[in-house]
């Protein structure tokens, strides 16, 4: 069976099914910020923690989270003497780890794990986390002191998807500064977000791909030249491989959001939860709905049954929806909610209403 | 004389103990050699002391955040504190 595990701001709790319906059975790291969790299908559960006043710090389970060992933090290189490096609010930029906002196994070499983090960086680990390395070619390269803040103050990368071609091929979405791909496993990267459309910069920068704020970005694993993007003014979607991207103009009650999951079998299917507007970040009208479509974008469905629809303000963060190997689907809430459905959406029910703030969830 | 927060030793073991150095930074330093995964929770990658922590010598806060160059004294008590934050 698939473990659902939900990454909370006290604690990492596991979902099993039991019967047709997931339920809390665990937690782990009760009380503390887990802003993160990833599953190596090669082996190995990986947890991310925010402590506050000790800063980010990474755990492995080798037992499926009966037991945890600290491993090595991401950690940036010296900060050369004399430099200066500011972020869009003219504060000093901080070469050091102040999230570790995504993780996915590197699946070019056994062992090895990508983790990007903010402030703006891509780390790569060749030992399951024993020891990190920064990915240079990507910190050290011109366009990435154009990146800004986005979800949190300073630039970062959030979404890392493992071409399905090719390992050696990565894409990263950037808050703020679009999309980025290498097709060397790092060695050199190049902007892949054209045709994003930015709403909130001046009329030149509205096109510029590195002004673009990607909320959350997946590849279609069985059609890998179909890509999705939920992105600060809307939805946006690539068919020829990231050449460009296609504006997504009309999704049920709004194209504001934070999470997307494409079918991994479909490339047509994807699934979305849509926020009132940026400044406004809760349900429209107070009802919360996912938003599905299965023709690639041309129309959407909007699944409300067993979500309340009344006096709901849940927001759902960009790692906070997810799909099970079997097709289950689930998302996790800011307000403690966490559904699954299983039949693509169809229809929710609830795992848990009171858990805390949900920052993620995934499947094992 | 070197002491931590208790919160701290749910993360780390870090008792207190009694080094030499004339520095905060030579303090902690030694400090971390012999407990090096004490030094990530205190301080981060480039040596400056986390956000939201503190070190107080002799009842004084430090200044130098950065470089932790405030002086230290043969007989000084350092503490390492959280400052209150969060929810």
């Known amino acids: 069976m698939h473990s659902m595990l939900i990454s909370t ?44 006043h000790f800063g980010p710090k990474l755990h492995r389970s080798d037992d499926h989270g009966e037991t945890w060992i600290e491993i090595a933090t991401p950690a940036y290189p010296p900060k050369p003497e004399g430099l200066e490096e500011k972020d869009m609010f003219g504060r000093e930029l901080k070469w050091a780890t102040s999230l570790l906002w995504s993780l996915a196994p590197a699946l070019d070499k056994e062992g090895a794990i990508w983790c990007g983090t903010i402030p703006g960086a891509m780390f790569r680990s060749d030992d399951r986390g024993a020891t990190w390395k920064i990915v240079e070619s ?101 068919t020829n491989d990231l050449e460009s991207w296609t504006e997504i103009e009309k999704a049920g009650p709004s194209v504001f959001g934070f999470t997307v999951v494409v079918d991994p079998a479909d490339p047509d299917t994807a699934w979305f939860v849509p926020g009132q507007k940026d400044e406004k970040r809760i349900p429209v009208g107070g009802k919360l709905v996912v938003t599905r479509t299965r023709d690639g974008g041309k129309t959407f469905d909007v699944l409300g049954r067993g979500l309340p629809d009344n006096f709901a303000y849940d927001l759902i963060f960009r790692h906070g929806m997810a799909m099970s190997a079997d097709g289950a689907l689930a998302f996790g809430s800011t307000t403690g909610n966490v559904f699954a459905s299983r039949d693509r959406g169809d229809t929710w029910s609830a795992v848990s209403h009171h858990l805390p703030p949900v920052h993620a969830v995934t499947f094992a | 004389m070197v002491s931590f927060t208790p919160n701290l030793e749910r993360h780390v073991e870090c008792p207190s103990t009694t080094v030499e150095g004339a520095t905060v930074r030579e303090v902690l330093d030694r400090v971390f050699a012999d407990n090096p995964r004490l030094r990530g929770y205190v301080v981060d990658e480039q040596g400056a002391l986390r956000y939201h922590m503190l070190v107080f010598v002799d009842g004084q806060q430090i200044t130098d955040r950065e470089r932790l160059s405030d002086p230290v004294r043969p007989t000084s008590e350092l503490y390492v504190m959280q400052a209150l934050s969060g929810g």
């Open chain 1, 9 to 52: 701001r006290k604690g990492l709790f596991v979902a099993e099914l039991s019967g047709n319906t997931y339920r809390v059975t665990r937690g782990h790291f009760i009380g503390d910020n887990v802003t993160l969790a990833m599953v190596d299908p090669r082996g190995g559960w990986y947890a991310a923690l925010e402590h506050g």
């Open chain 1, 138 to 238: 990507l910190w050290f390269m011109p366009e990435r002191k154009k990146w800004s803040g986005g979800g949190r103050d300073f630039p970062g990368i959030h979404s890392i998807c493992v071409d399905p071609r090719d390992p050696k091929t990565v894409a990263i979405g950037v808050s703020t500064g679009g999309v980025w791909r290498t097709r060397d496993a790092g060695a050199t990267w190049s902007v892949a977000s054209q045709g994003m459309r930015a709403e909130y910069t001046p009329p030149e920068k509205k096109f510029d791909p590195i002004a673009q704020d990607v909320h959350c970005l997946v590849q279609c694993k069985s059609a890998p030249r179909v890509w999705w993007a939920q992105h600060h003014n809307g939805i946006f979607k690539s």
